[in-house]
């Protein structure tokens, strides 16, 4: 069986959206947990956008001329971020993963890439395998949680949209806790019109690019990612992933109805800080 890989072009959207949408799905259901993708329609559009994107890296791979799996580096940041990688159920453990995973590690080298991070699904045992033999190391425990919008404020914790001049304040905060910022990520988020903060005593102290799967929110303290995910109207996707070390906020979202829907895995090669306040992270990290 001879692999090839090479990067994804506009014409790949349709067969990787499809492989990335029955991948996920079959996973999910061969372990009773729900599809962290609605619809096979849904994906070939995520990965139409990623792979227009130029600033995330996407590969393919092939066997006999047939795709059969990609994955995706997300480049906007000093931190890349890998996923989703996905492969045709119907030629898994064949070492396709592996393939893809390497070839990313090996572009994150060449860039000098300080860290790479990735998340995974805390049931799917044989990716956590993989990514451990591939030298990534278990940062956080992570909960997907879901439910009602819970229309909270918390007293002295205003929020509001973030605008464009949030943006070196949003930086400050994401420096402060992670020790880097995610600058382009909350631009975009701006832009798209998703991104909030919380003002405190005056000052942005926390802010979230959106309250769900596919955005990360930074916290100085635990009220202000309770202010965020008091006041959002949904908590897009399958939920917003929740650090389960944080007993605290966990607690409280339990308290407030909230329910987990799935556990995940935080995992990470080169540089990590261990976060100095409260944080969120997205899909990618």
């Known amino acids: 069986m001879n692999i090839k890989l090479r990067t994804a072009t506009p014409d790949d959207a349709q067969r990787c959206g499809t492989i990335c949408y029955e991948a996920f799905t079959a996973i999910a259901n061969q372990h009773n947990f729900p599809p ?38 997300d480049e906007r940041s000093a931190i890349a971020g890998i996923g989703p990688i996905t492969i045709d159920p119907t030629v ?24 790479v991070r990735l998340l995974q699904a805390g049931y799917h045992t044989r990716s956590l395998s993989l990514y451990t033999k591939l030298g990534f190391v278990t940062r956080e425990p992570l909960a997907v949680m879901q439910g009602a919008p819970l229309d909270l ?54 802010y979230a690019t959106v309250v769900g799967f596919f955005g990360h929110a930074v916290g100085e303290t635990n009220d202000g990612l309770k202010a965020l995910i008091g006041a ?18 966990f607690r409280w979202c339990l308290d407030n109805g909230l329910r987990v829907v799935e556990p995940m895995t935080l995992m990470s090669v080169g540089l990590y800080n261990d976060p100095v306040g409260a944080f969120l992270p997205s899909v990618l990290y």
């Open 36 to 73: 962290d993708l609605p619809s096979a329609e849904v994906t070939i559009g995520l990965i139409s956008k990623l792979i227009a994107d130029p600033r995330f890296y996407a590969i393919v791979a092939e066997i006999d001329h047939q795709v059969v799996g990609s994955n995706f580096m």
């Open 92 to 115: 898994q453990n064949r070492r396709i993963g592996r393939a893809l995973m390497g070839d990313c590690m090996a572009r994150a080298a060449e860039r000098r890439v300080p860290g």
């Open 153 to 206: 404020q918390i007293s002295g914790y205003a929020v509001r949209k973030a605008v464009e001049a949030d943006l070196q304040a949003c930086d400050r905060v994401c420096f402060k806790v992670h020790g880097l910022d995610r600058s382009a990520e909350v631009l975009d988020a701006i832009k798209q019109g998703t991104a909030t903060v919380v003002v405190h005593d005056g000052d942005v102290t926390a």
């Open 232 to 249: 959002a109207t949904v908590f897009a996707g399958p939920g917003f992933l929740l650090p389960m070390r944080n007993w605290e906020l």
